[in-house]
């Protein structure tokens, strides 16, 4: 199981992810979610659903357990 480290700042009304893990494949994946979430309000990233994986079509790419676990932990994000 792969190490994944993600916070969260607040500065200027706008949130400022930075993430990083020891498994290259996550490493990307949270790349991909830090560059597409950052420099958006609260407000912006509450009305972005799950479902955004699909829409980009890693979905394909990833196994079924992979796509459902980044899916549930989207849901389960909190700012600090």
């Not at 930075?18 to 958006?40: I, P």
């Not at 079924?64 to 989207?74: D, L, P, T, Y």
Request: hydrophobic fraction near 40%; glycine fraction near 8%.
């Amino acid at each position: 199981m792969s190490q994944v480290y993600i916070t969260a700042n607040l500065a200027d009304e706008k949130v400022l992810y930075q993430g990083n893990s020891d498994a290259k494949l996550v490493k990307g994946l949270v790349g991909l979610l830090v560059e597409g979430l950052s420099q958006l309000t609260p407000a912006e990233i509450v009305t972005i659903t799950p479902y955004f994986i699909q829409d980009t079509g890693l979905n394909v790419s990833l196994r079924f357990s992979r796509a459902n676990g980044e899916s549930q932990g989207s849901e389960q994000s909190e700012l600090n």
